[in-house]
């Protein structure tokens, strides 16, 4: 996994997990001998230094911890020190910020049930939370706006809920990477999308119990909302308790439910990251609780784009600096010099009508293996569907051998 993340780092894809300490990793992710003491392995050493372990193999990670107290300065350098200079960050914003109300739970205290001031207050935002990121600004690749299911008695429609979301984000500062994250599936409407596009913040694909698969709303045509940015959480099966998760998976130390359509969904994301390298940043976080091993989920995900895609898109990109940076220049300037070598002329036409045709072709490789993916991430099951998939994959695979043969 270590080189499919530092490899796909350098597209800016990037993968991680929901947090970061699950002792079900150790013998798979985390050497046991690391955190050992006197024989058994030491939980506070383990939580304490594990995350520098993590940071070898994986570039990013979602820090959860941040949704249940607003950071500190200490608490974020300690991070930070851990991981190396290239490593993201995405953190949740604390939900002081995003509750309209606070639940009944013991950790709220006396604050149980009662309004909640600080609800999508920027200047509490800005003091609170944001002012300690800026000793960590450089490790920072999103912040995420998790906003909980609200109920009926919090916003009686959506468009509530937008016009007091638009007031916020317009008095974010900004410059930083945001993204919204919310919880409620009928929200999803173009409103909701245009508030987002208009502030440049990004919407946050998320698999959770009572929302729509991320596959359903990738099909939302307004659903990229910044193109600087692309986030998905891979959080639960739609449908799937998050009690019921943690009691099925626990210790999350195999995988014990595949979920199909979540592994296509998170391999499309992977092929428009790469797509669009240089122009947007991707960020997929996988949870535990999706299958019951993200490490596996991540894995399996990163096995379905395959080796060929990437080679074809590395080939896609040198025959773009051929025919724009090297051969077009060339052919330019020699146009403008009517005794310029009759040969070169004549062979520099000949290269450049080559990548041309090469370019074409590779678009095409990559359109059949895109179409792959999304027919393999329907719940249809028939075997049209497969033979076309398997085709699909067949043509394209042979495509780009040929294609490698010629380079």
Not at 118 to 134: I, M, Q, S
Not at 171 to 186: D, F, S, T, V
Request: proline fraction near 4%; charge should be positive.
């Amino acid at each position: 996994m270590k080189s499919d993340a530092e490899r796909l780092a350098r597209h800016n894809v990037f993968l991680g997990t929901s947090s970061w300490k699950y002792q079900g990793w150790l013998g798979d992710l985390y050497d046991p001998a690391r955190y050992e003491y006197r024989g058994k392995v030491a939980v506070s050493r383990f939580e304490r230094n594990c995350l520098a372990e993590y940071a070898e193999v994986f570039k990013t990670v979602c820090v959860d911890a941040a949704y249940y107290a607003f950071p500190s300065v200490k608490y974020l350098e300690g991070l930070a020190a851990q991981v190396p200079t290239d490593f993201r960050f995405a953190f949740k914003v604390t939900d002081e910020i995003t509750v309209r109300r606070f639940p009944n739970l013991p950790r709220f205290g006396a604050k149980a049930g009662a309004v909640n001031d600080n609800f999508l207050r920027a200047e509490a935002f800005e003091k609170e939370f944001l002012t300690p990121c800026h000793s960590i600004r450089n490790y920072v690749g999103i912040l995420i706006f998790e906003f909980s299911r609200f109920h009926p008695s919090d916003f009686a429609h959506g468009r509530d809920f937008v016009a007091a979301l638009d007031q916020f984000l317009g008095a974010l500062p900004p410059g930083w990477p945001y993204g919204i994250e919310i919880r409620n599936k009928h929200w999803l409407q173009p409103e909701y999308f245009s508030c987002l596009a208009r502030h440049n913040i990004a919407h946050v694909f998320n698999s959770w119990t009572l929302m729509p698969s991320i596959t359903e709303q990738m099909a939302i045509i307004e659903s990229r909302t910044n193109h600087d940015l692309i986030a998905a959480r891979f959080l639960l099966k739609p449908g799937r308790k998050f009690e019921e998760a943690v009691k099925s998976f626990q210790p999350y130390d195999r995988t014990q439910e595949i979920n199909e359509e979540a592994r296509c969904a998170g391999a499309e994301l992977i092929i428009e990251g790469m797509r669009y390298e240089g122009r947007s940043k991707t960020y997929i976080y996988v949870n535990n609780r999706l299958e019951g091993n993200a490490l596996a989920t991540l894995q399996a995900i990163v096995a379905l784009i395959g080796i060929p895609y990437e080679r074809a898109l590395n080939i896609l990109h040198i025959t773009y600096i051929v025919r724009t940076t090297i051969v077009d220049n060339v052919f330019e300037s020699s146009k403008a010099k009517p005794r310029a070598n009759y040969c070169l002329l004549h062979g520099l036409r000949s290269v450049t009508a080559f990548a041309k045709v090469l370019t074409s072709v590779i678009q095409y490789v990559l359109c059949l293996w895109t179409v792959t993916i999304c027919i393999r991430s329907t719940s249809i099951r028939c075997s049209g569907f497969e033979c076309i998939a398997n085709a699909c994959v067949k043509v394209s695979r042979w495509m780009t051998r040929t294609i490698l043969h010629a380079m």
